[in-house]
């Protein structure tokens, strides 16, 4: 259970209710994931993060796919369980074969490991490396 | 500074010179990084990170770029300082644009914002989102 | 389930007792929350973890309900579900309206978002933000 | 050094210097700190980021200096340097005292502690705590 | 539910099941857990991994109660539930009394604790601390 | 620099001194290290720090330099540059060996890597291994 509950159509908003169609026009499904409805009680909040969401994850000069495994990674290391499941199920969505996820897990993984003997050596930066 | 001494070629061991030179062979410079000369104070585990990293972040169904943009995605959110840098400085070196920096540094924020809302809402995962 | 079984009051010693006499007394409340249960396996652990928790979420130059949502931003941060769910219903007990609730969601979601933003870009500090 | 430079006036494109400008007459200070100049390397990004700060960090139903220790917490848990001398030396400006500061520390510090003994624990949430 | 299916025996390729066998032969035990039934989904990322966790943890300088512990302290401050779990579990097993997991709770709580204060305050390393 | 000052003990109070002299007998030396002088600000944090550190890392069921790798281990998976040093300066202080050191630092790596893979695949934590 969430923090707080999940907004069903019936209760929400007429500005709830647009962000909602929104949604659903944007990704050409009749269903709206619990994230949106549980943050529907905050109706300025939902309209700000889909906006941004929106536009941040289309096409550009980085293709849809490689976007939603960009949101995996960030999401595993923070450890957002919703996040994982929810981006996973849009990556296949978009086509990410079990070859990618496998290769997706392991970079991953050695970014984990990296991170965690850099951190415990405090590697100093070296000069070439910096803008 | 660093918690270790780093380890110049003049002091290394066999073992650990062996493992410099096919970082030097593999990424075609005369240059070893500071990681790989923190580590070598264990040659076990300088050996058996290299061999892994080589492997992994190698050609395969993802590009080596995209590797290197989800290298960047991890280390950010366990904020890695040196990672961050030589990654970035990688993936610069294998052609990533200013606009896909700029959209690779949108997605990380948009899902750190998002792994923000999404855990202290504790939303529920669907069951359609899962295996 | 935990990975330790929860004490009930039938089970504890006197000195856990004591501790739990005194959450009841302080919260005016006949509960002792999963928490505590779970921490009496080391009734000294147990006993100093709570005087300082008294202690630090007293009132003082800073009230109650803006210390449970300093609570909650941190515990988000960690992603700690059982903390986010007992200190978001803590500060609802305080006072804590569905406004405040949205704008406490929204500047974790802006904290999180520049975060990644600064830790992607490593933004040096100014001598002027130093003490 | 940042993995970008810092965009100064100068070269600063119309875009960039109306966001600029704007922080200048929010905030009555002749300033624009470094975060803003490197993220300015993508003008949307620059934009739609300082639009929802401005936004998210204005009085509301929570006051901005609560606002500033909350942007502090969170970006204490993640280690976040520059977010937290930026937002510490920002709740300075709007009053923070010394004991406030004090206890913020000892609310952080607190919630660190039992966010890693939940962890530990992996305590059950009650139902109590749920919306 | 993981984000992938759990592989039985009888679906696992020769290669899966040679890791399986391993498992089971080095642990002294019919069970292969659930990590590796999901990793299995990539023979050569389960390979490697076990490959490398058994190399790891395998007595040496530090004895595998010890290395347990310190498995779970990172997985603590990560959040890694199925990983808490599995560690407690196998530190239980190689004799980890009620008396030290009481300690090992309360360091990694104090850890967790200072880690906080030291960020919140950003406290230059000495010198003297560094190699 | 530090988001405070450091005190010195010329403008110590009573009560903050009597802590820099307890610090000073219990470990021995005429040593202050810099968190303990950033903590002074708020007298009654440092003591009940400093009383809760002496407390938790003294000999127990867990040897002290145990204790200091558990504090390391947790300090990297947060990313706390001054608590990395100053309690790998205290393990070595301690007795850890370079060998324990090389163990160390794979034991936490390998906990990286198998935490990023197991929260990517979010893995069902089996009935046995919880309490």
Redesign the interface.
Known sequence: ?????LIGDEEASAEVLAVFDDIRATRGTD?V???WR??A??P??LA??WA??K???AP???DPL??E??????????????????H??AARAKGM???????????????????????????????????
Do not use: W
């Not at 259970?1 to 509950?5: F, L, Q």
């Not at 495994?69 to 929810?86: D, F, P, R, T």
């Not at 965690?116 to 050596?121: E, I, P, Y």
């Open positions: 259970m969430a923090t707080v509950s269903y994931n619990n994230f549980a943050l009680h905050d300025a909040l700000a993060t941004r969401l536009d941040v994850m550009g000069a980085l490689v976007k495994m960009l949101y995996i990674a960030v999401s595993v290391a923070n450890g957002c369980e919703y996040c994982i499941h929810s996973t199920a074969t079990p070859e990618q996820h496998g290769e997706l897990l392991a970079v991953i993984g050695m970014a984990m490991q990296t991170n965690g003997l850099v951190s415990a050596l405090q590697v100093p930066v070296e000069d070439s490396f910096r803008a």
